[in-house]
């Protein structure tokens, strides 16, 4: 069982970047999906979460009308589109499924986005 991230890097503000987390060893259409980051000192804190289905989604304050939570069952992926980036958007991104009757819980790696000039 494996969730690997991708996608992060530097870029400047106002740039765009497109994460995406593929699982492997199990099947995310019954997991909800989540995008959690975490900067340096700080918690680990919700960023966007999209339902099992897709139909669902919810959106961090700090984030909202500026990040886009995504998936494709049929490719075992989510994707999380920032736009307008900022400089407090600077963290490690980490993919999260949690199975929809609580069965599984799993974590990714983490992918570095830094958002600088």
């Known amino acids: 069982v494996q969730l690997v991230e991708s996608g992060g890097g530097l870029v400047q503000p106002g740039g765009s970047l497109r994460l995406s987390c593929t699982a492997s060893?199990?099947?995310?259409?019954?997991?909800?999906m989540s995008w959690y980051r975490q900067a340096p000192g700080k918690e680990r804190d919700l960023v966007a979460t999209?339902?099992?289905?897709?139909?669902?989604?919810y959106y961090a304050d700090s984030v909202k009308g500026r990040f886009t939570i995504s998936r494709d069952n049929s490719k075992n992926t989510v994707y999380l589109q920032m736009t307008d980036l900022k400089p407090g958007d600077t963290a490690v991104y980490y993919c999260?499924?949690?199975?929809?009757?609580?069965?599984?819980?799993?974590w990714g790696q983490g992918t570095q986005v830094t958002v600088s000039s």
């Open positions: 999260n499924a949690r199975h929809i009757v609580g069965i599984g819980n799993y």
């Open positions: 060893g199990f099947t995310v259409s019954t997991y909800v």
């Open positions: 999209i339902g099992n289905a897709g139909g669902s989604t």
